[in-house]
């Protein structure tokens, strides 16, 4: 089946600080998805990337789809307490099933 | 608009029983895709369905089984539980089936 590999697994920082995550994967694919999921909740999508070399911003966060299709990394700037949560990246092969990485788990120390 | 929606929100069943779970897609999409979340995991996919039709199955067992109505909600089952399909169950829907997903809350499943 599909590997992805999620890294790092946790991450604890001082508010204010940049975060840096990444994800790669075994095959290529064509999207690339990021989500935060918050304790009890669902997965929600932060920012999607569809074509390599792609560079996405959503407010503080920016994404980039890897030129070799097979990566993406996530960056958070200027960390906030409600930045706290889990991380996941995610993608779509062409026989529509998703797969989810491992998840970072991202803690903010105020 | 309303988001996805899930229910019921938490439910306890004993080994051998049956479950159903309910999502309604936000209004326009007609995809819905389901997912089991381990404690600790990232979410597994289990199936997509797209006008009605399966079109996605991830590596599931036979016992979990999926509908969507006509109005796109869709059901998900799960037959002879096991203590191992405890988890959150999240449902997702898309406006087509390639398009990106939206998650519900989920329902969390326990079985004793």
């Known amino acids: 089946g599909q590997q992805l590999n999620q890294s790092p697994q946790s991450m604890f920082i001082q508010e204010g600080e940049d975060v840096s995550m990444n994800c790669t994967s075994s095959s290529i694919f064509n999207t690339w998805l990021w989500y935060k999921q918050d304790p009890g909740e669902g997965p929600v999508l932060l920012i999607a990337l569809y074509k390599a070399g792609e560079l996405t911003s959503n407010g503080r966060l920016t994404a980039q789809f890897g030129i070799t299709r097979k990566d993406s990394f996530l960056n958070i700037s200027a960390s906030i307490p409600s930045d706290v949560g889990i991380y996941f990246c995610?993608?779509?092969?062409?026989?529509?099933?998703?797969?989810f990485g491992t998840g970072t788990s991202l803690t903010v120390i105020p | 608009d309303a988001g996805v929606t899930q229910s019921p929100t938490h439910l306890i069943k004993t080994r051998g029983q049956h479950v159903t779970l309910r999502c309604s897609p936000i209004?326009?999409?007609?995809?819905v895709s389901w997912y089991q979340q381990v404690l600790g995991q990232g979410p597994q996919f289990i199936f997509q369905?797209?006008?009605?039709?399966?079109?996605g199955r991830g590596n599931f067992p036979d016992r979990f089984s999926a509908r969507q109505f006509p109005n796109y909600s869709s059901e998900l089952n799960v037959n002879a539980l096991l203590l191992g399909d405890s988890a959150l169950y999240l449902c997702?829907?898309?406006?087509?089936?390639?398009?990106?997903?939206?998650f519900g809350p989920g329902t969390r499943l326990t079985v004793l």
């Open positions: 369905y797209y006008e009605k039709e399966e079109r």
């Open positions: 209004s326009g999409h007609k995809s």
């Open positions: 995610a993608l779509v092969n062409t026989g529509n099933q998703f797969y």
């Open positions: 997702a829907s898309s406006l087509v089936r390639e398009n990106t997903q939206y």
